[in-house]
């Protein structure tokens, strides 16, 4: 290679190496800064922030409150049925289900538990059966009562409940008048006398109790069963006007034949109301297993022993609606808690108010206010059922309260 031709090529890489320089230093330049201060009325453009992610969908292992709560309910009926079922309790998931239905739809409404405890008491879940007082369904109510509560669907009221209603009450001062009678009877002395005229006070104040329900069958009624009853409730006044003047200066053979005239008029009532009651029993009890037969096509006992529920509904629209389980729970929740108010004004103390309550819907306000006010010396009945409801009360309340007690419980709620 000539000398020239290396010096050319010399010449060359260096001017290619001057231009790489020059390119690299253009390109690392740093931008100049702007010192001029900006216009007033300038605004600085701030960019929105990226939209935040969207929440993540919650994940479906974790229950919502809703959820727990009915996981919650479930769990709680299904103890309540299980202690039930202990009790010799027929369809006890049934009758708690629809007890506690109705609980959660009242506006105000005394404990499941005592709801149970009194529907237990009442009919051992038997819901179709009918007393001899002419009691019905559930919550065994009588034709009074479901009107008391203001129900309006169909109710059986025949001629025979009518007297056998009307008896009933209407003897109850002629019952008072021998009560007191018979203790001079027995025993004849100022102290005694003193006693009974105690008695005859508190008879007298009571003598229209439980006279204004009859009033509620008046739309069932003609108009001579109000000419009865008004007759009754005079001659009733009278009887006890008469024992007055008798313990004020009659002597003890007078007592004694005014005592047996009068035992004699009651106990005719109290035959006249049992004869009544049991013919009305009879014919409802009748009717009701001739519609079950004619309706689901097999015999009344089977479809009583395992359809109860699904007949309690026809006969409820069918026949009375008293048998309507539905309607009997709803009743239960208005009437248990009537009875209480009624609880809270008779008691003498807080503690005897459950008692008290169980006492006036076993034996109504007319039996246990004379009871109270020593009219009656007992009721067998109503002081076993007064024991006997507060005792399945707690029972349940207790098998509630193993539920939070037991851990696999706890865990049983957060699934």
Not at 40 to 52: F, I, K, N, R, Y
Not at 243 to 260: M, P, T, V, Y
Not at 332 to 346: D, P, S, T
């Amino acid at each position: 290679m000539s000398r020239d031709w290396r010096i050319a090529l010399l010449v060359s890489w260096f001017v290619l190496l001057l231009f790489c320089v020059a390119s690299f230093s253009a390109a690392h330049r740093p931008e100049p800064i702007d010192r001029t201060i900006a216009a007033p009325s300038a605004v600085a453009v701030v960019e929105p922030p990226p939209d935040p992610a969207p929440p993540a969908e919650p994940s479906r292992a974790v229950p919502t409150l809703g959820e727990v709560a009915a996981d919650h309910i479930e769990m709680r009926a299904s103890v309540l049925a299980g202690e039930l079922a202990s009790m010799w309790t027929r369809n006890p998931d049934q009758l708690v289900r629809v007890i506690q239905n109705a609980s959660r739809q009242a506006s105000g409404s005394p404990s499941i538990t005592l709801l149970l405890a009194i529907a237990h008491a009442e009919t051992n879940g038997k819901i179709l059966d009918v007393s001899e007082a002419g009691a019905v369904g559930l919550a065994q109510a009588t034709p009074v009562a479901a009107r008391q509560e203001a129900f309006d669907g169909k109710l059986f009221v025949t001629r025979d409940y009518l007297i056998g209603s009307r008896a009933y009450i209407m003897k109850k001062p002629l019952g008072d008048a021998d009560t007191i009678a018979s203790l001079i009877v027995e025993r004849d002395d100022e102290r005694t006398r003193r006693k009974a005229k105690r008695l005859l006070a508190s008879a007298l104040a009571l003598r229209l109790e439980g006279v204004h329900e009859l009033d509620l069958l008046l739309p069932y009624a003609t108009p001579s069963y109000t000419e009865n009853i008004q007759r009754a409730k005079k001659h009733n006044l009278a009887v006890l006007r008469e024992l007055e003047r008798l313990l004020g200066s009659g002597s003890r053979a007078e007592i004694r034949s005014f005592r047996d005239q009068v035992r004699r008029e009651y106990r005719d009532l109290k035959r006249t109301q049992a004869d009544s009651w049991r013919r009305y029993q009879l014919e409802l009890a009748g009717k009701r297993d001739a519609l079950l037969e004619e309706h689901f096509g097999r015999p009344a006992s089977e479809v009583k022993k395992e359809l109860p529920y699904e007949a309690a509904e026809f006969l409820g629209e069918a026949l009375d609606e008293r048998f309507s389980a539905q309607r009997m729970a709803e009743f239960l929740v208005r009437h248990l808690e009537r009875k209480a108010e009624e609880a809270r004004r008779l008691a003498r103390k807080n503690d005897d108010v459950e008692e008290m309550t169980a006492a006036l819907y076993n034996g109504g306000s007319h039996n246990v206010k004379r009871m109270l006010a020593g009219l009656i010396a007992s009721l067998p009945e109503t002081q076993r059922y007064m024991k006997k409801v507060p005792a399945t009360r707690r029972r349940l309340d207790a098998s509630i309260a193993s539920l939070f007690m037991t851990p696999v419980d706890e865990s049983a709620i957060s699934r």
